[in-house]
Structure formats: C-alpha cells, structure tokens
C-alpha cells in the first residue's frame, strides 16, 4: 500500500483515500495489540470501562524508594488512570500482567 501512496503520488493523482488507508493499516494492529495486552491484566477491580481511551501502553523500569532494583513494569495510560503491573509469565508464551498500583491522571504533576 505505501508503495501504491508512492507511485500514485508521482503520476500526479490524488493519494487521499490511499493515505487514509494507508493510516488505518499502522492504527488497527496496534490498537489489537494493546487491547489484547489490557485483557491480559489481572487483579484489577475497576472498571476498565471507565477509565476512558487507553491512550498508550509500555513497558517501563521502576525503581522503589526502599529497594535500589529496578522492576520491569507494564504501564496502561488511560485518560483517567496510569496502571503499573507486573508481567507474569504463566507458560513459556502466554504472560498476563498482575496490578500492583495506579495513579490518577488529573493528580499528576
């Protein structure tokens, strides 16, 4: 497709639809990817639901205060609430992120 953009473009023809498709393919595997990875979190009590958009998911290293190690983290960014779990690996390919703690959005500074 992004050479269909590509060669389009250089004939001279309108590539509008073709960059909008073209969009669409970068959009839905990530969107698949992160839902897929939100539906693997565990010991969460809310709502997911009510958290609004998830806005971005990572993994990312946190340091606790009481222990100089580093912890590897998966972190959900939703418009209303960050969530920090930890991955867990059940079987050699299957890993389900366990919650350990959140933080409301609107209380960060």
Known sequence: ???FVKYTAKAGLDTTELKKALDMMYIVPKKANDMMNVGMLECFTG???ALG???MQDTLMV???ET???CK???FLFEQL???SEPFERKLDWTVYIYRN???VNHMR
Do not use: E, G, T, W
């Open 73 to 75: 983290r998966q972190v």
């Open 82 to 84: 960050m969530i920090f």
């Open 1 to 3: 497709l992004k050479d």
């Open 68 to 70: 100089p190690k580093p």
């Open 63 to 65: 340091v606790d205060p």
């Open 102 to 104: 959140s933080i409301k």
């Open 47 to 49: 709502k997911i639901q």
């Open 53 to 55: 958009q998830l806005i």
